[in-house]
DNA sequence: CCGCTATATATCGAACTGATAGGTTTGTTG
DNA sequence: CAACAAACCTATCAGTTCGATATATAGCGG
């Protein structure tokens, strides 16, 4: 699923500027599968809108420039439907924290401390985020992906605190061994 | 972390060509936190080899391409230590499964099954993996990273087990609406 | 009044993907 | 045993996406 198609999800839940959709793309539901920056989302929008499967109302402020509000059409809601249909590409993830981990024999343990600490405060961040959002309004989609979202960030806080020792021990013992 | 400095660390561990080190991303350790195609591993390799961070020796072979064996040098070691003390980025994770999910509104309930259905054996065989790569030896970050495997991927299975019917309920109330 | 954050648009070089090309060896199966 | 598939190995390239940056204005706190 590439930046247009999700571009036009989340306009079928309600029109939005360029601005908003990178919005929720990095603080809403989206976040949580789903992010772009705006060197990607604009053109998108421009090609969406070339092709038919979106609309832009100029709204012209006063000396700032114009909010540009997109709004699916209902061709762009056809077309949406149809490439859910299409079959899933697998998930992509790349992560320096889990990349730090696995080369953690080559780092200073003191900034390895740091990073699971760090790591730690983010997953609550993250469960904090999803508490925000999970206040109000609630359809099936959004009911799971909250519970996926708190368990695998409770899961993650907790594997770190009881798991640490693996690779903060490995550390001593190396430095035990160094030492005879 | 990109591409040039995860060739690096893979190539800590010892020499490779750069098929070897694409399968180590797809099926290796490295394939839990990082992914990349030839087309920016064989670029990466060649600068690195320019900038003296990699040596490559070239076995001529019989009849077949010949094998270019990458092995990093003194100044590619310390180049690697290096990078691992910048600071971490975030992770970056893109889901077409949990979009789905989100959503499963617009999606035929027949078509959400097999996807979830799907899913579940996707991650019991990712589980496989993760019990093959433990046979044998194990740093404490790799002793790390396959528990974590192992949970995460533990979760996944019972969430959607325990948690689908959120999903197909919500389908077969709204069908019932339908109905009314 | 300075710096910061939020709103909003947009571009651009660099990085990266996904597909493709090209050729050999090894293993499997009808 | 021949045909076929899968693994091995290098490499390129168009198109997509990232990350940083530019440009403005409003509003708030120190």
Redesign the pocket.
């Known amino acids: 699923m590439?930046?247009?198609t999700v571009c036009l999800g989340i306009l079928s839940r309600g029109s939005a500027?360029?601005?908003?959709i990178?919005?929720a793309m990095k603080e809403g539901w989206p976040s949580l599968f789903f992010?772009?920056?705006?060197?990607?989302i604009?053109?998108?929008?421009?090609k969406l809108t070339d092709e038919g499967l979106v609309t832009c109302r100029e709204e012209t402020e006063?000396?700032?420039?114009?909010?540009?509000?997109y709004s699916i059409t209902p061709e762009g809601d056809q077309a949406f439907s149809q490439s859910l249909l299409k079959p899933l590409?697998p998930d992509?993830y790349r992560s320096d924290f889990l990349a730090m981990i696995y080369f953690s024999d080559s780092l200073p343990p003191a900034l390895l401390q740091k990073y699971l600490d760090d790591r730690i405060r983010e997953h609550q961040s993250e469960l904090q985020l999803i508490d925000e959002l999970s206040e109000g309004d609630q359809t099936p989609g959004e009911a799971f992906l909250m519970e996926w979202g708190r368990r695998i960030n409770q899961l993650c806080i907790e594997f770190i605190a009881d798991n640490r020792d693996v690779l903060e021990d490995g550390v001593v013992v190396q430095q035990a061994e160094a030492a005879e």
Chains 1, 2 share one sequence.
């Not at 500027?17 to 908003?20: A, H, L, Q």
Request: aromatic share 10%; proline share 7%; net charge positive.
């Open positions: 590439d930046v247009r500027t360029g601005y908003e990178q919005k992010e772009a920056s705006y060197g990607s604009y053109p998108a929008l421009a006063v000396g700032r420039p114009d909010r540009k509000v590409t992509r």
